[in-house]
């Protein structure tokens, strides 16, 4: 079974930078934590690039959608200035960009592939792509997760070493079926609906368990006496120093 931390920066470190962008990594590597969560989509000409939203507008500022504008001019974009003056200038990276960062500073990370409806498939081809070719060999490799069974099942055939973390805001009811089907070694399940007796059953059945997005330190405390092991958190740097 994979080894979770404790404690995992969301988006990098949401509350901290703008979210998914460098900046961001970089923040949450400062916090002490050992892994990083993010976002990663595709532009219109296929390009992996860690974004969240299927629109440009809440963190760029440009109208428009993500599966319709190429890298050329997604990489172009104001990334930082919404969350604050020190971030002007920010851009969306890339996923090999992002990766490049996370290797130079020790970290691990969580790629969540976030497809756009209907490229679900060929967006996960397109993280294996990258991982397999910018990720050391001998290096402990990247989660990778979604809440689309698509994106894992590619990622189950073409780098079935490659481990795999099931995401869910609630626990469907095939849950065991889904993640033994896809081999996964995590569940990432909304911190809100989960409760002692579900942990335990995730527990039972032999998966790590991370909780998201957790931002308040008692509901964190709470979640890990039950038996979660990892808490995802655009807060890292309250979360490693109440929990440490």
Not at 106 to 112: F, K, S, T
Not at 114 to 121: I, L, S, V, W
Not at 192 to 217: C, E, H, M, P, Q
Request: hydrophobic residues 50%; contains cysteine.
């Amino acid at each position: 079974m994979l080894a979770l931390p404790r404690v995992m920066g969301h988006r990098g470190a949401a509350a901290l930078a703008p979210e998914n962008t460098l900046a961001s990594i970089r923040r949450a590597a400062a916090t002490g934590v050992s892994w990083v969560e993010f976002d990663v989509m595709l532009t219109s000409d296929s390009v992996p690039i860690l974004f969240h939203d299927d629109k440009l507008e809440r963190t760029t500022g440009r109208k428009g959608l993500m599966a319709e504008t190429p890298c050329a001019v997604v990489c172009t974009l104001e990334a930082g200035a919404w969350f604050g003056a020190e971030f002007a200038g920010e851009p969306v990276p890339t996923l090999e960009a992002a990766l490049a960062l996370v290797r130079e500073l020790g970290l691990r990370a969580n790629v969540e592939i976030k497809p756009t409806p209907g490229r679900e498939r060929e967006t996960a081809a397109a993280v294996v792509e990258v991982v397999e070719r910018c990720w050391p060999a001998a290096a402990p490799p990247p989660l990778i997760s979604s809440f689309k069974r698509d994106c894992l099942a590619v990622v189950q055939d073409r780098a079935p070493a490659l481990p795999r973390g099931l995401l869910a805001l609630r626990l469907p009811r095939d849950w065991i079926s889904a993640a033994r089907a896809l081999e996964c070694s995590t569940l990432h399940v909304a911190g809100r609906w989960l409760t002692a007796k579900r942990v335990a059953r995730i527990k039972a059945a032999g998966y790590g368990l991370a909780t998201f997005t957790i931002n308040d330190v008692t509901q964190a405390r709470k979640l890990l006496d039950w038996g979660v092991e990892c808490i995802i958190t655009d807060s890292p740097d309250v979360m490693v120093s109440a929990l440490s």
